[in-house]
């Protein structure tokens, strides 16, 4: 009994005894079908192993040409965009020719028609000025003895006249002679020398006697006051109407030697507003026996005194003040010029 209890507890004791051992094998070996489930889920696992190493290329192939044509997308993108600036440009360049080819044309055209240059063909207003300047210019260097007071004072009415196509009323000159060996040619030479010029910016021609009248001239020949203002207003007109310049230019020598009542005449045609011809230029010289200095102090006050004196005995003195305020408004003072001067320039 001890043995037996003794042979189970020790039986009991021990795990891996006789019992386990009595087990059937077949409890410890695999099944058929876990072996087959290992194996199969192995030859699974492989397959899907080598169907992903086998996609694996597949898909990169894909994403490469996803990505490929990702970037060929982009790239068209880009090129679109990247084209814009350059058919905008060519928009602005033809819309830029579009204007100027008219103008370039019209300029092309303008070049080669015949040449048109700035003379009288186009503008003869500017030349006329200029001629005028350029003449005036070469009459100061002939008479270098004129201070330029004297310049100033018989070019600006002309130049006005000149420069108007329509002019208020025409430029009035008074050169104003006092006493000298050779004032009296001085001055004669220089109001035929300067109606000259003008006639000459107007017409080419330069003739100093033409539009010269002398009243003592006259004088000697009618003795009648009515007929001396008749004989001096037909040499007037005729003069004015024979030529159409479109200046008209007159010298009166020696008004110091007229009739007040005939110097009245000019009262019509130097007036302001009704001058039958207000393109025109009137040089009245008057020869007197002032004294340079004297005259030159003072010239306005002393030449209309001396006219007061001189036209006072035989006219009425309420009409002396408005004639002298027509013939003598622009007064210019003579200087003694030599001898030589006059000689050089013609006179």
């Known amino acids: 009994m001890s043995s037996s209890r003794g042979k ?14 009595l087990l059937p094998k077949t409890v410890l070996l695999k099944s058929p079908n876990a072996k087959n489930k290992g194996y199969r889920g192995k030859g699974e696992s ?3 192993q080598e169907t992903k190493t086998n996609e694996s290329p597949i898909k990169e192939q ?6 490929k044509e990702k970037s060929t997308v982009e790239n068209k993108d880009d090129e679109n965009y990247n084209i814009w600036p350059t058919v905008i440009a060519i928009h ?7 204007i100027l080819m008219p103008i370039i044309y019209t300029s092309f055209e303008s070049d080669n028609k015949p040449t048109q240059t700035v003379n009288s063909s186009s503008n003869p207003q500017i030349d006329h000025i200029e001629n005028f300047k350029k003449e005036f210019k070469d009459l100061k260097s002939k008479f270098i003895a004129q201070d330029a007071d004297f310049w100033k004072r018989i070019k600006v009415p002309v130049l006005r006249v000149i420069k108007d196509e329509e002019p208020d009323y025409p430029a009035i000159l008074l050169l104003v002679v006092p006493k000298g060996k ?3 040619k001085t001055a004669t030479c220089i109001a035929k020398q300067y109606r000259s ?6 017409t080419g021609e330069e003739k100093l006697e033409k539009g010269y009248i002398d009243v003592q001239t006259i004088s000697e020949q009618k003795s009648s006051v009515e007929d001396f203002k008749y004989v001096l207003d037909h040499k007037i007109k005729e003069l004015f109407n024979s030529t159409k310049p479109e200046v008209h230019t007159v010298v009166i020598d020696h008004i110091e030697a007229l009739d007040p009542n005939v110097m009245l005449l000019f009262h019509g045609y130097c007036d302001g507003d009704h001058a039958p011809y207000k393109k025109a230029m009137f040089v009245f010289v008057l020869h007197t026996d002032l004294e340079t200095e004297k005259a030159s102090e003072d010239l306005d006050k002393t030449v209309d005194h001396h006219l007061l004196s001189l036209w006072g005995k035989n006219l009425d003195k309420d009409k002396i ?27």
Do not use: F, W
Not at 8 to 21: I, L
């Open 8 to 21: 189970k507890e020790s039986d009991s004791e021990n795990p891996t005894g006789p019992s386990s051992e």
């Open 46 to 48: 492989s397959k899907k």
């Open 62 to 67: 894909d994403s490469k040409k996803s990505s």
């Open 92 to 98: 602005v360049l033809v819309y830029g020719l579009s």
């Open 182 to 184: 050779s004032t009296s």
């Open 197 to 202: 010029i003008i006639n000459k910016v107007y």
């Open 321 to 347: 003040p408005p004639l002298i305020a027509r013939v003598a408004n622009n007064k210019a003072l003579i200087q003694e010029e030599h001898i030589s001067s006059l000689t050089m320039s013609g006179c």
